[in-house]
């Protein structure tokens, strides 16, 4: 990456910018973390806030080089290579510090020792490695994936998996056996006696599930607004891990709209997010979690302008988001991917990316975004255009607020309409008074269909025919006629067709000052009432 490009980067899981060389500890921890996860550069001679290239004094470079690698060197553990250069940029000589991800997990500083100076890289930050986590990353030493360790609290042949056994069975075509089980490590045979690996006590509908793994579940929850707090509704999936994509896929499609278009004349549904890519990352979710993080369910969280998609567990090191279309593919669970693959629920290795991305390319108005809150990986999915159609939105609200004693709650103002109200009716309230008190108030007291046609107007442009059958009228009658032409004269409504008064398309529609005549009568009515 160019240096102009870094500049712009963010500090992460993979980059940390130092103006200076940093203290000993805090440079180790940083070494150690990257080691243990997915590698990173350390560039000294950049201030990270704000951005700004400082620069190393040329002559202190190769002093600087040697004591960053005995530092590494004397402090970390096991042994870690850093590949360090030197890089100058206008002038300014930086220091550029490579830490390849380790194969020999885990990696810590040597005089706190593995449980108390494992360190793992969250976001920008180093954080302290906890039991758990160490646990992992001594497994993955060994390539060994949590899914495959075995469960002894019970045997295979006492496990409770009738759920997943019919899922399988239907789909599969096969009989669940106990050679297919072996096969899929499922269950393995330990002093002559089978137990269920945790993959199979995870896809059981045995007690024992709940017990192991209480959090090996779904929250889904719509809540009202843009922020978590009040709920539209909520659901907690519980069920074997092999159900869970589904149902949660589910209640997604319950708590969005789909709308429908035409063309030609064939119908064309569309969802207002793409549905595609949210069921695959659901998908993911289930299963690439880590399930070895206690306390941490999968959570998705449905608001007014977004999709939120978090699974426990960050993402795996070798892949990259931002790169969708490589085909990438990474298994954290290598016994569950092939028991989904098997059941469908996975289609093809590395073929997920590459549907969200094509699948996105569809929803122009809809933006992802990936992130890693703590020991979670997070998807997005924002409506961009939320923001402009919340304003007119709001619009309408203030309208209402503002008018809402003259007009129903059952109006639906036109943009036309809302522009008016909000820029205020005064000079249109102020002329009707003084150039129409008397004729015309003659005229409302007499007729009482004027001010009931200016409401029908309010919602939209309506025909003759259209009036008079909102007025209750079997036809069109003479004094519906003499009052259109009455309404029209004092410039209260005009046709929306003016070259063609005669046109089949002719409707009438409210003026400006027509709607500020309906506005000022109502409002001296209300006061006449008051007292």
């Known amino acids: 990456m160019k240096i102009e490009e870094l500049l712009k980067q963010p500090e992460g899981r993979k980059l940390e910018f130092k103006e200076t060389l940093p203290l000993k500890n805090d440079l180790c921890k940083t070494v150690v973390a990257f080691a243990n996860d997915a590698g990173g550069e350390i560039f000294i001679g950049i201030k990270n806030e704000p951005r700004k290239i400082i620069g190393i004094s040329e002559e202190k470079l190769i002093s600087m080089e040697e004591k960053i690698s005995n530092i590494i060197h004397d402090n970390c553990y096991p042994i870690v290579l850093p590949d360090i250069s030197f890089v100058n940029y206008q002038g300014k000589h930086i220091i550029k510090v490579r830490i390849y991800k380790g194969s020999n997990p885990p990696y810590y500083l040597k005089n706190k020792g593995k449980w108390k100076g494992t360190y793992i890289r969250v976001g920008s930050t180093n954080r ?38 019919n899922q399988f069975e239907e789909i599969t075509g096969e009989k669940l056996t106990k050679t297919i089980l072996r096969k899929l490590n499922l269950i393995i045979t330990d002093q002559n006696r089978d137990f269920p690996t945790n993959a199979l006590v995870l896809l059981s509908n045995d007690e024992i599930r709940k017990r192991l793994f209480p959090y090996a579940k779904i929250e889904c929850a719509r809540f009202k607004g843009k922020i978590p707090g009040e709920f539209i509704d909520q659901k907690t999936i519980e069920t074997p891990l092999s159900f869970q994509a589904e149902e949660a896929y589910k209640f997604v499609l319950r708590h969005i709209s789909q709308g429908s278009s035409y063309e030609g004349v064939y119908r064309k549904d569309r969802w207002e997010y793409p549905v595609v890519a949210i069921r695959e990352l659901i ?80 929803y122009p108005e809809i933006k992802m975004e990936w992130s890693e809150p703590g020991f979670s990986f997070r998807v997005t999915f924002i409506k961009t255009d939320y923001a402009q159609s919340r304003t007119i939105t709001d619009q309408k609200q203030k309208t209402r607020d503002d008018y809402g004693q003259l007009f129903p709650s059952s109006i639906i103002f036109s943009e036309e309409i809302i522009r008016w109200l909000k820029a205020g009716l005064e000079n249109e309230k102020q002329e009707l008074r003084q150039e129409l008190r008397q004729e015309l108030r003659q005229e409302i007291e007499q007729e009482s269909l004027f001010l009931r046609i200016l409401f029908i107007l309010l919602n939209s442009p309506k025909s003759r025919k259209e009036i008079s059958l909102e007025l209750g009228q079997k036809s069109i009658s003479g004094g519906l006629n003499k009052i259109l032409k009455k309404l029209h004269n004092f410039k209260l409504i005009e046709h929306t067709i003016k070259d063609n008064l005669n046109s089949p398309k002719q409707k009438f529609k409210l003026t400006k000052r027509g709607l500020a005549f309906y506005v000022l009568i109502k409002e001296e009515k209300m006061v006449k009432n008051k007292k």
């Open 283 to 362: 998908r993911n979710a289930v299963i690439h979690r880590d399930y070895s993080l206690k306390g941490k369910d999968i959570k998705i969280a449905i608001f007014d302008d977004k999709i939120e998609i978090t699974s426990p567990g960050k993402l795996m090191p070798t892949i990259d988001f931002d790169d969708m279309e490589s085909g990438q593919s990474d298994i954290r669970n290598k016994v569950l991917a092939p028991v989904f693959k098997k059941l469908g629920i996975i289609e093809q290795w590395g073929n997920g990316l590459k549907l969200i991305s094509k699948e996105l390319k569809k």
């Open 128 to 165: 302290l490695a906890d039991k758990d986590m160490i646990e992992e990353l001594e497994r993955q030493k060994q390539n060994i994936s949590f899914d495959s360790i075995l469960v002894h609290l019970k045997e295979a042949n006492e496990l409770t998996i009738s759920q997943f056994r």
